[in-house]
């Protein structure tokens, strides 16, 4: 299956391209951002961004993983619901067409027949991105695309993108907010289990050329599945003349008592905050932190699923909060990672696919150990 990785790879570049069309055009982005309403809402925020962007990367990954794996096609979810209501009240499914006029014809219609935006952006959604240098070469995956499953986000950390601050990223250095915290997500999973097996992360604004003015994006991969534990980064060293303590990630919306708790075990100033369920993730898979924890299940699926691949391809992986709270065996205990086949059958709407018992992401097990210990009681 090292082909489904390359080909995620070129869909998350894809969809990275049109992440960067949208924002590209000001009066053709003022015009992709819609309201979310009922159920697919998330409950987390009072006012929740859907944009056409989100939807059209979606749907673009679904048609171009369904075409060539077609025993995939029923099984790659993702965030978005492909039903748009345009300016006049009527609904229409966004789907990609086999032809790039064929699909602008369909864009115009949600977009209130504007044919230049949809033109713009079914010329992204089917040209064919430059070549990316993965290094895959030689790799092996011993899994078959009937027992595969996949989850997407297509633009993680909205908020962050369409306010659209321009950071300039420093080497080493965890960046709380800003484009580059918009992320695209694609997560693979065994439908038997629902262990993570694959994942693949495109940051579409890691950095501005200053001549230019044009963004560059970066990918990460990884594989993790039986002996097989591969990531685009190797793990990161510890600094060895410290005796540094934790450094941990939280949301700023983070309870008090966590963000206390968490205080009294960090080293000073490695209690940071920062954007992005998924920038969070990609931070510790970075070795930007060492632990993302988050109290609450405001996370979904679609968000942790392929960051959770790449930790555990470094030898970490994400857990559940509340489960390992609970558990005596604490982090040894392989229950208590996050699985990624099943959905919460009494809740309704996007919550079926919510992380309920809250997550934390590490590297290190004892550092996982360490965490759980401190806030054992306290939640
Ligand atoms: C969001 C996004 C938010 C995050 C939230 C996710 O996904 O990652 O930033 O909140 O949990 O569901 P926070 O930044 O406080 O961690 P989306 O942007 O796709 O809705
Ligand atoms: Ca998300
Ligand atoms: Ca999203």
């Not at 918009?182 to 038997?192: E, F, K, N």
Request: hydrophobic share 35%; with cysteine; net charge negative.
């Amino acid at each position: 299956m090292a082909d489904l990785l390359r080909l995620l790879l070129k869909v998350a570049e894809k969809a990275a391209n049109v992440a960067r069309v949208c924002r590209q055009e000001a009066p053709l982005f003022q015009l992709l951002v819609q309201e979310k309403t009922g159920d697919d809402k998330n409950k987390k925020f009072v006012q929740d961004f859907k944009t056409l962007a989100d939807v059209v990367i979606q749907e673009m990954i679904r048609h171009d993983v369904g075409a060539q794996f077609p025993e995939m096609a029923g099984f790659i979810h993702g965030e978005e619901s492909n039903k748009f209501e345009n300016g006049l009240g009527e609904s229409v499914t966004v789907t990609v067409c086999s032809t790039e006029e064929e699909t602008a014809a369909l864009l115009a219609t949600v977009l209130d027949g504007n044919h230049t935006a949809a033109s713009l952006l079914a010329r992204a959604i089917h040209q064919n991105p430059a070549t990316i240098d993965s290094s895959t070469d030689g790799l092996t995956v011993p899994l078959s695309p009937a027992e595969l499953g996949i989850w997407i986000d297509p633009i993680d950390a909205t908020s962050q993108y369409i306010e659209g601050k321009e950071e300039v990223l420093q080497e080493g250095h965890l960046s709380p907010s800003g484009l580059h915290c918009a992320l695209v997500l694609i997560g693979v999973y065994l439908r038997s289990t629902g262990e993570p097996v694959m994942g693949v992360i495109n940051q579409p604004f890691n950095y501005k050329d200053p001549s230019s003015g044009v963004w560059r994006g970066k990918h990460f991969w990884g594989v993790s599945c039986g002996d097989i534990n591969v990531c685009s980064l190797s793990c990161p060293k510890g600094d060895p003349d410290s005796e540094r303590g934790l450094a941990v990630v939280l949301s700023s919306s983070e309870k008090q008592v966590v963000k206390e708790t968490l205080g009294s075990v960090c080293s000073p100033k490695k209690l940071m905050y920062a954007s992005g369920a998924g920038y969070k993730i990609l931070c510790v898979i970075q070795g930007l932190t060492d632990v993302y924890v988050l109290s609450e299940g405001s996370t979904f699926k679609w968000d942790s699923c392929a960051p959770h691949a790449l930790l555990r391809a470094l030898g970490g992986g994400v857990v559940d909060l509340t489960k390992s709270l609970q558990s005596s065996s604490g982090s040894q205990d392989h229950h208590v990672e996050l699985t990624y086949h099943q959905p919460s059958a009494e809740c309704k709407g996007a919550d079926r696919w919510a992380n309920h018992g809250g997550l934390v992401a590490y590297r290190d097990c004892s550092q996982l150990r360490s965490i759980i210990g401190a806030l054992r009681g306290k939640l």
